[in-house]
């Protein structure tokens, strides 16, 4: 495995992680998602 | 082919990251007392229950959404709903299309035991949920639906499949 890829794999994992703490505990964060989830969704189930 | 292997392990791991967002509020939303937009919520716990005479349903007219929980399973949504002829009623859309289905779990849910919980104003009402999928009354339904909501919900669509409606009646 090369650096650039290790750097990659460690960087999608941290971005994980913040995704999941910010949905947990930043207001507003969920219903961002969540809107933006809703409307992604009505559009594929028309 | 190594470089393309390596794109779409990058766009897999991108990927990881909206899905983790939406799971997370799919998940956070099962302990929450009620449901938010998307994702069913928990049990419906806090409001008095309703206990009496039918309430005269008409004032649903002003009220844009209710929260709804099936008994099986205990989970809730936020739900459109409309009255027509003193009766109260929910619908669900999409139910025509498979990513609809997959989305929409509780019409078939509530086929199966229509037992519900409605809070409306903070108030609970037990309720039986009760399928029409025809019928003269579907007219006034719809129209009662279209009236109220921008929704193109017609009688025929209901009746082919694509919309199911719920008359939610007092459970005996």
Known sequence: MDKTMKNFYWFTAAAVVLTVLAVLFFPGVEDFVERTFQRYLGQAAR | ????????????????????????????????????????GGPLIAGDLHTGPEPDWSFVESISTIEMQLLDPPLSRRIWTAEYGGKVYVWSGYMGTTVGR????????????????????????????????????????????????????????VEEGGVWVFEMAPRS
């Open chain 2, 1 to 40: 082919m190594k470089f393309i292997k390596k794109i779409i392990i990058i766009v897999f791991c991108l990927s990881l990251i909206p899905i983790a967002a939406v799971a997370t509020v799919g998940a956070k939303a099962r302990f929450d007392d009620g449901p938010n937009r998307v994702f069913s």
């Open chain 2, 102 to 157: 997959l989305w929409k779990r509780w019409p078939s849910q509530a086929e199966r035991d229509g037992r519900a919980i409605i809070r409306i104003n903070g108030v609970r009402y037990e309720r039986e949920l009760k399928r029409i999928k025809s019928g003269e009354v579907l007219e006034g339904i719809t129209a009662a639906i279209t009236a109220k909501y921008p929704s193109q919900t017609t009688r025929t669509a």
